[in-house]
């Protein structure tokens, strides 16, 4: 994983003089930015990494949020049917995107969401929660049963349960849904390819598809444009990696 990454930063600080003299694995004669900044202007970056932030963003929370509120009738409610509905989850996870995209777009267009970032912030936070879903109702199936009779005895309702006694508890398990779902939903092509076609809504991965002709393709600049648009990835995983960590060892250690 180190030797791509570190192949894609030599590209992205050399000029083109010096790719096609040099070839793409040697080191960069001096720190560039020429590149990074004509891709910037080129495509308003910055605003195509708000959009980003924004739909990304509200979606890891949306659908950590759904995922809670479903887990939670599923895995400690025990409603009616549950086994069915999470095989029907199960079954939702494995459907391609593919087959997904003409109805969703028809959807979007009879009810006016369009081109709108809106549009794939629903999309995401579906999509997303049914796999968070799935999971989450496995963690709270085994929950400690005494928490919640003591909790209940004390008098508290289904909402003080749920929030002052389940969600601290699994805390470290939506810390870890939260940054996966921020990272899956960064690096979607298809759909936002297909449902944000105005410049202003673009999102990080399709400015850099868009970047790619069908004969020709400028390493300098796509090495540029992958650099940059995996540099707020890696600050977001860097900034949460304790986070993670605690999430992904939680239980393990009694």
């Known amino acids: 994983m180190l030797i791509p990454f570190v192949v894609v930063v030599f590209n992205a600080l050399k000029t083109p003089e010096e790719l096609t003299s040099h070839g793409p694995l040697s080191p960069p004669d001096g720190f560039n930015l ?5 891709f910037w202007e080129r495509t308003d970056f910055g605003h195509v990494l708000l959009n980003s932030v924004l739909i990304s963003g509200s979606v890891a929370v949306l659908a950590v949020l759904l995922s809670v509120l479903n887990a939670y009738a599923l895995g400690i409610g025990r409603i009616k049917g549950r086994m069915w509905v999470l095989v029907l989850l199960l079954m939702a996870n494995t459907v391609p995107q593919e087959a997904l995209v003409y109805p969703l777009y028809y959807l979007s267009k009879q009810v006016g969401l369009y081109d709108t970032r809106l549009s794939v912030i629903i999309v995401f936070t579906v999509i997303q929660s049914a796999f968070g879903t799935y999971l989450m ?11 919640l009779e003591a909790a209940r005895i004390d008098g508290a309702g289904r909402w003080q349960v749920l929030w002052r006694v389940v969600v601290p508890v699994v ?25 944000l076609i105005s410049n202003e809504n673009q999102t990080v991965s399709v400015a850099l598809g868009v970047l790619h002709g069908q004969k020709l393709m400028d390493t300098t600049m796509s090495s540029a444009a992958s650099l940059l648009g995996l540099l707020p990835t890696v600050v977001f995983f860097l900034i949460f990696q304790r986070t993670l960590s605690r999430g992904l060892t939680a239980g393990a250690i009694k």
Do not use: K, Y
């Open 34 to 38: 020429d590149t990074m900044r004509a």
């Open 171 to 195: 805390r470290p398990t939506l810390s870890v849904l939260l940054v996966f779902f921020f990272v899956w939903t960064w690096n979607e092509f298809l759909i936002p390819m297909t449902f």
């Open 137 to 147: 109702a496995s963690v709270l199936s085994a929950f400690p049963r005494p928490l």
